[in-house]
Nanobody, 122 residues
């Protein structure tokens, strides 16, 4: 089992920055990929960014956040970060950390955190 705990959400003005953290515990060595998703009220969940945990990190981003968000990892701390810059009101959502054990990007995520709320005011 793997446990994921997000932190770092809050209220920020448009144009500002936040850094989210996802701390993993348990059987962390089983994890292949960690992802950040977000869900705005009344909307479907959206994949924001992913990063692999082994070898050289391989980040991927949704088009909506490319150039503004950066996903990174600290394997020594079992933590993945999401640095969010140039925030826009449309970035307002609950942000979730998720982990997948296998390396098939088409498979569902195996573990989820409880989420952290990000609110961007205009």
């Amino acid at each position: 089992q793997v446990q994921l705990v997000e932190s770092g959400g809050g209220l920020v003005q448009a144009g500002g920055s936040l850094r989210l953290s996802c701390a993993a515990s348990g059987n962390v060595f089983s994890i292949n990929t960690i992802a950040w998703y977000r869900q705005a009220p009344g909307s479907q969940p959206e994949l924001v960014a992913t990063i692999t945990t082994g070898g050289s990190p391989t980040p991927n981003y949704a088009d909506s956040v490319k150039g503004r968000f950066t996903i990174s990892r600290d394997n020594a701390k079992n933590t993945v970060y999401l640095q969010m810059n140039s925030l826009k009101p449309e970035d307002t959502a609950v942000y979730y950390c998720a982990a997948r054990v296998d390396d098939d990007p088409d498979d569902d995520m195996d573990y989820w955190g409880k989420g952290t709320l990000v609110t961007v005011s205009s």
